[in-house]
């Protein structure tokens, strides 16, 4: 569907927006530092309970789990409405196209709301689940689009405010303050456990999964022409971390733990010697 000429956007009947914006020329922001700034928090979870991250090697890393379904849970740290581009294996997880973030298609979220993005919207009605399986067997290579595998990422914009009018600064009377959204509503079903492969032998993608209820409607937002802050998830399987080095071997472990327990006195007894034949 071509963009409008002004500005406009889904937004779920009770939970989540989406936005559609005109194209405009993206200027590039400098990758966040942090998962949580002061605009905008992102989260893997699995279950409901978040995945553990590791910086390194100038990145966030999460640990991917062979066949478990996940969401991507976003937050608004502040009072105002922000608008968030959203792509997983670089495929917007709105439509699955691959554009720049200022014309994407993007999550509303409203002042200090939070919502669980489960799956890729399908509909205004339905989304199908992530999960995570191998290069071969992901969305993005059945889509002919597995340039980006491995990389969720958020790109926050905020919401233009309306400039006060000359009588308002005057009386110091602030113009209205945007509307929140609907909260976030919870999952319509609860999430199946899958088997954890525990030897992972190929490289971690993300599939297009089971159907699930994720209502959306359209809602009208200006933005800011540049983005407020990008947030950027790498995820893999435990023998990709070890071999990058962002996780210590199994082997390394043991003998860490090993030399943990170490200590410098046992029981008393002299020193064996090596020329006596025995120990």
């Known amino acids: 569907m071509k963009p409008k000429s002004r500005k406009q956007s889904l937004v779920p009947r009770k939970t989540r927006l989406f936005l559609c914006v005109a194209a405009a020329v993206l200027m590039a922001a400098p990758a966040a530092e942090s998962l949580e700034t002061g605009i905008c928090d992102i989260e893997v979870v699995i279950d409901g309970r978040p995945l553990t991250e590791f910086a390194a090697r100038g990145t966030t890393y999460i640990e991917a789990l062979h066949g478990r379904e996940y969401e991507v849970r976003l937050r608004n740290r502040t009072d105002h409405r922000i608008a968030v581009a959203l792509a997983v294996d670089g495929l917007n997880s709105i439509d699955a196209k691959t554009t720049d973030a200022k014309s994407a298609s993007k999550w509303v979220l409203g002042p200090r709301e939070s919502v669980t993005i489960e799956g890729w919207q399908m509909s205004a009605a339905t989304a199908r689940r992530f999960f995570f399986t191998t290069e071969e067997q992901s969305y993005g290579e059945w889509l002919g689009r597995a340039e980006n595998l491995g990389v969720i990422e958020a790109v926050v914009f905020k919401e233009k405010l309306p400039r006060k009018t000359f009588s308002e600064l005057l009386s110091g009377r602030a113009a209205p303050a945007p509307r ?96 006596s034949g025995g120990r």
């Open 180 to 275: 929140a959204a609907e909260g976030a509503r919870p999952s319509a079903e609860k999430q199946s456990d899958a088997a954890e492969k525990s030897d992972a032998d190929d490289l971690a993608a993300t599939g297009i999964g089971r159907e699930v209820d994720h209502r959306v409607r359209r809602v009208h937002l200006e933005l800011e022409d540049t983005p407020a802050t990008r947030l950027r998830l790498r995820y893999e399987y435990r023998e990709q971390l070890v071999r990058l080095g962002v996780l210590p071997s199994p082997e390394e472990t043991r003998a860490l733990e090993r030399r943990e327990r170490a200590r410098g006195f046992e029981d008393f007894q002299f020193a064996p010697d090596p020329f």
